[in-house]
């Protein structure tokens, strides 16, 4: 029961930031188990991340005796970049190379899963050491602003993917951007801890206001995907939603039938969400 509990106390906040800001995809959402890789994908990310602050860091660096100097260094030269960078290849590598990634609002999506299930194990480390009541500062300070951070950089990456022009120069400016706010909230939270407050207010302010964003932009708005089934009298294609076949009147069988992409064409199983050719979703209903 204690682990159990120890495991609430440090996902809970994490979760539910991603129900949360997942519910901003209306128009064509993500798949539900994509995005749970991408939170478990984020949350492993925290490995080599650890790995990698030991190796340039040591212990040193951040000790309860270290100069703010010091500790700035370290978190502007490593924290920052090495975590803000393992986030960012958990989305680059899975989830921006699938066919689900294909609008401007998917870059925000999963930049949070992955954001949040890295902020999600980190708790997890900083509760099992320091006890559950650690959680009262970094549930609404360190998992949003984790969130906040990753946005920066999800926002450029799908600005980048539906851009007709190369904007690389927007991804690599928006991970060091995102490093640099990284290390800044590290830092305020050594020097000054009340200070962290109102950049994370802000910076949440601000990423939300990108997912509305992302609601304005998307392509799929005013667009939806209902699929065709063959009438099983005439075979010729009919809505999937129809009760009866618009060719020949015969009423549309309700067994289950493959469907047909309504953008595409692509055949899919018969309760497929989405489609296999294109990835737009299905609307079945």
Known sequence: MVIVGVLLVAFTPGLFWLW??????????????????TFVLGGLSTIPAVIAE????????????????ATAAAMLLVVGPVEEACKFAVVRLKPYRSLYFDEPMDGLVYAAAASLGFASLENLGYVARLGPWVMVVRAPLSTVGHLVLGSIWGYALGVHRE???????????????????HATVNISVFALPLG?????????????????????????????????????????????TSKFCRFCGVPTA??????????????????????TGCGDQLLVT
């Open 20 to 37: 949360f800001f997942v519910r901003q995809d209306v128009y064509r959402p993500e798949p539900r188990r994509l995005i749970a890789w």
């Open 196 to 240: 962290a407050v109102p950049l994370v207010i802000g910076g949440g302010i601000w990423a939300f206001g990108r997912f509305k964003w992302g609601q304005r932009v998307s392509p799929f708005r005013y667009r939806r995907n209902y699929p065709q089934v063959e009438c099983p009298s005439c075979d010729r294609h009919v809505r999937v």
């Open 54 to 69: 030991a190796i340039f860091l040591g212990d040193s660096s951040l000790d309860e005796g270290a100069s703010l100097q």
């Open 254 to 275: 309700s067994r289950p039938r493959p469907l047909f992409c309504g953008h595409c064409g692509n055949e899919n199983r018969p309760k497929a969400s989405y489609c």
């Open 163 to 181: 851009s007709d022009y190369n904007r690389t120069w927007l991804v690599v400016g928006s991970l060091a951007l995102a490093a640099v706010a």
